[in-house]
């Protein structure tokens, strides 16, 4: 069984910023891609970022030079660093990685921002 737990979510003013974690645990060999999607009320999930486990990004246009994932191998964790935060990033952050074929989902952190 793999879990996935996230943390970091809340309430931020635009212009902020805010950290996401994400553990996974369990039976779990050869993590492959961690990633983070978000999905807004009324749209469909989309994808944040990405990084393979040879350390290659993918982000979203959206959050270009203001997002950054990292991961930690050693703790089965991916990070998402959320700088100069805008209204428009509010929605529910979801992890996801892969492993051996498989994917795994979290079960997401809501993320709002609003003064």
């Known amino acids: ?10 309430l931020v003013q ?35 970022a990405t990084m393979s486990s040879t350390g290659t990004t993918d982000y979203a246009d959206a959050v270009k030079g203001r997002f950054t994932i990292s991961r930690d191998n050693a703790k089965n964790t991916v990070y998402l660093q959320m700088n100069s935060l805008k209204p428009e990033d509010t929605a529910v952050y979801f992890c996801r990685i892969t492993a051996r074929g498989r994917a795994y989902w979290g079960q997401g952190t809501q993320v709002t921002v609003s003064s």
């Open 1 to 10: 069984q793999v879990q996935l737990v996230e943390s970091g979510g809340g």
């Open 14 to 48: 635009p212009g902020g910023s805010l950290r996401l974690s994400c553990a996974a645990s369990g039976s779990i060999f050869s993590i492959n891609t961690m990633g983070w999607y978000r999905q807004a009320p009324g749209k469909q999930r989309e994808l944040v």
